[in-house]
Antibody, heavy 121, light 106 residues
Framework: QVQLVQSGAEVQKPGASVKVSCEASGYTFTGYYVHWVRQAPGQGLEWMGWIDPTSGDTKNARKFQGRVTMTRDTSITTAYMELTGLTSDDSGVYYC??????????????WGQGTLLTVSS | DIQMTQSPSTLSASVADKVTISCRANQSITSFLAWYQQKPGKAPKLLIYKASILQSGVPSRFSGSGFGTEFTLTISSLQPDDFATYFCQQYNLYPGTFGQGTKLEI
């Protein structure tokens, strides 16, 4: 069965960076884009960007331009999302999600369990 | 970006009730709308895509309808497991955007 397993909770200081991993299994990793979505405490969901595991091409939301980097390692079927210049506004849960077809704008049929990020001094 | 507005924000209901949640887009998204269910501390779960297509494994008491700017999610007979928060998402235009959520509570 399709599974996306994310790395564990993180606590970071303002100005620091965080790198979240998302290990995929149960399907052909290179066949589907991986998107990243975040959820601030008690808030809705916000799309951050996607990576094409085949080519490594990425597209990020304007809001995160210059602060987010998405990469992948196909040998271990894992996608990564690194966010720099953290502020308290970046606290929340970060999800990776699989898109059922290749598009910038798409729905998500499988999600990781989420990674809680707390930014605090 | 397209704005998605859900109503109500909170909905109180009982087991066996029929409930409807609304989602409105500020411009036409044709039928490119998905619904998700999220329970506390869990990831969202896809229920419906393309406005009315039930995701595999989702109970048939869930249904979706709508086109253009107005959409609804209906649960025909609430079960205890259905008490959760529900989000709509448009994916017609980049970037995909989500509604703020409707919390369904007892």
């Amino acid at each position: 069965q399709v599974q996306l397993v994310q790395s564990g909770a993180e606590v970071q200081k303002p100005g620091a960076s965080v790198k979240v991993s998302c290990e995929a299994s149960g399907y052909t990793f290179t066949g589907y884009y991986v998107h990243w979505v975040r959820q601030a405490p008690g808030q809705g969901l916000e799309w951050m960007g996607w990576i094409d595991p085949t080519s490594g091409d990425t597209k990020n939301a304007r809001k995160f331009q210059g602060r987010v980097t998405m990469t992948r390692d196909t040998s271990i079927t894992t996608a990564y999302m690194e966010l720099t210049g953290l502020t308290s506004d970046d606290s929340g849960v970060y999800y990776c999600a699989r898109a059922p077809y290749t598009s910038s704008s798409v729905y998500y049929d499988h999600w990781g369990q989420g990674t809680l990020l707390t930014v605090s001094s | 970006d397209i704005q998605m507005t859900q109503s109500p924000s909170t909905l109180s209901a009982s087991v066996a009730d029929k409930v409807t949640i609304s989602c409105r887009a500020n411009q036409s998204i044709t039928s490119f709308l998905a619904w998700y269910q999220q329970k506390p501390g869990k990831a969202p779960k896809l229920l419906i895509y393309k406005a009315s297509i039930l995701q595999s494994g989702v109970p048939s008491r869930f249904s979706g309808s709508g086109f253009g700017t107005e959409f609804t999610l209906t649960i025909s007979s609430l079960q205890p497991d259905d008490f959760a928060t529900y989000f709509c998402q448009q994916y017609n235009l980049y970037p995909g955007t989500f509604g703020q959520g409707t919390k369904l509570e007892i």
